[in-house]
C-alpha cells in the first residue's frame, strides 16, 4: 500500500502541484516581508534583530531592577543601528558625572517608548528636542541623557533616576510614565532572558503573522477607555511622592499618539497624581494630527511603538512646554506654577 502511495506521489502530475504550491507560498512569504519591511526583509542580519533584546542585556547590579542594556553596544536592533556608550545608556557619547559648566542636562526616564524602541538615537524625541534648544544658541548647552529601557514600570524608573541618574546632576527630570499598553506587554514581574537565548526571526514565517493580524482574525475594535489598575496607581503614588521631594523640576509626561481623546481615563489619572505632588505634567496627545492614521505613526505595522514621525511630534510637545514653563534656562528651580 505506502509503496502504491509513493508512487502517485511522485507522479509528474501531483509533484508539479506540490511544487507550485510551495512555491506559491514561498512567494507569499516574500511578499509578506516585502511589504512589511522592504528590501531589508533579504538581510539574515536585518531579520535577526527583530525583537531580539536578550544578546543587548545584561543583570543590573541596581536593586528592584532585573536587567539593563549592556555597555559599548555596536549592533542593529529593530533593523535599526543601536549603540551605548560605556555605562549602557542608548547614547554614543560618555558624559560626565561632573556636569560642564553653562550646561542644561536633563534626564530621561521612562519604558520603551522613551528608549526608542526601532529607532536611532539621533531620531528619538529627546535627541531630537536636544537638537532644536542648541539651534537656538543662546549661550547654553543642552543636554538630554536617556536612561529609558524596555519593560520598566514607574518603580523601575525610580530605581534606574535614584541609583544612577541622579549622579549625573541633572536641571531637569523628564519621567516618562509607561503607558497603559507598555504596561500590558511588560508585566511588572517580568524576568531577564536567560543567559544565551536567542530568537531567530530571519526563519519565521511573516505571511502567518500578517494573516493573524489582519481584521480577519483581530477585528478593529473602537479605542478603549480604560485607566490604570489600582495597583499601578499606588506605586505610581509613591513614586511621584519621591520625585516631588528631590528639589529638581520633574516633568511627568505621557508619550501617547494617534489614539484616545483629551478624556481619557488612563491620562487624567495620572495628571491628578502629578497635581497632587505639585509636578509638572505634559501629555503628548492633543500635539498630533489627527488627520493622519495611526499605522503613519509606528515604527512597523505590527509593532505599535512610536516611529520617528511620532518623535518629531514629542519633540514640539517638549520644547514647547519647557519654554512655556520656563524650565529650557539652565537655573530652572522653584515651585512649579501648574
Sequence with gaps: MFPDLMQRVMRPGILRIVVYAVVFLLLLELAARYYEYGPACFSYRMMNSLNSLEP??????????????????????????????????????????????????????????????????????????????????????????????????????????EKKALAYGPDLVLFCTPTRGEMRRYPANVRPPKEGSHRYDFFSSYFWALIKNSILFQPARPYENIGYSEEQLREMDEVYGRLSGLGIPACIVILKYGEGDPSDTAAAQIRALAEKHGLYFLDTWPHFDKSIPLKKYLVFGDDPHPNEKASIFFADAVTAFLAEKGLDRQKAAGVPAL
Excluded at 555596536?74 to 560605556?86: D, H, S
Excluded at 524602541?117 to 543662546?138: I, P, Q
Aim: glycine share 8%.
Design 56 to 161: 543587548l542585556v545584561r543583570p543590573s547590579s541596581i536593586e528592584g531592577v532585573p536587567y539593563e542594556l549592556k555597555p559599548n553596544l555596536r549592533t542593529l536592533y529593530q533593523m535599526k543601528p543601536f549603540v551605548t556608550n560605556a555605562a549602557g545608556l542608548r547614547e554614543d557619547t560618555d558624559y560626565p558625572l561632573e556636569k560642564p559648566s553653562g550646561t542644561f542636562r536633563a534626564v530621561v526616564i521612562g519604558a520603551s517608548n522613551a528608549m526608542g524602541h526601532g529607532l536611532e538615537r539621533t531620531d528619538m524625541f529627546d535627541k531630537v528636542a536636544e537638537r532644536r534648544l542648541n539651534g537656538r544658541r543662546d549661550g547654553t548647552r543642552y543636554e538630554f541623557i536617556n536612561f529609558a529601557f524596555e519593560s520598566y514600570n514607574a518603580k523601575k524608573c525610580w530605581n534606574i533616576l
